[in-house]
């Protein structure tokens, strides 16, 4: 059996103002995660359903979600972007989703429970 080691440099050399130092790599690592974080948007809801043969979501709102509004969808295996065209409640027309609650949404992409949803 062979036993591999793997050796990570635990600090990344930079310049900051003429200067030359080095900072621990879990500075850069926790800097991207802020950065995406900022990216994503407003959160409106959370993915609790999806009806494969329909192609709808059911999203349960934790803000407002109108129609032409761009969202993200986001979670472990699904992320994509797209506008939003058509949302019932029970089978009606909706123009606009309040917060609390559940609406289908017609969705490009197969999502998943608990994919968080944005407003872009």
Known sequence: MATFIFWMKPFLPITLNN?????????????E?????????????????YYTKLGVGVIKLSGTLK???????KGATT????IVESMQIEADKIEEGKK?????????????????????
Not at 67 to 73: E, H, M, N, P, W
Not at 100 to 120: F, M, P, T, W
């Open 67 to 73: 129609v032409g509004d761009k969202i993200r969808i």
């Open 79 to 82: 992320d994509f972007k797209q």
């Open 33 to 49: 995660e802020k950065q995406e974080e900022k990216s994503l948007g407003k959160e409106a809801g959370k993915v609790t359903h």
């Open 100 to 120: 609390g609650q559940s609406i289908g949404l017609k969705v490009k992409e197969h999502v998943r429970a608990n994919d968080a949803v944005y407003r872009l």
């Open 19 to 31: 200067i030359k130092t080095e900072i621990p790599n879990w500075v850069v690592f926790m800097a």
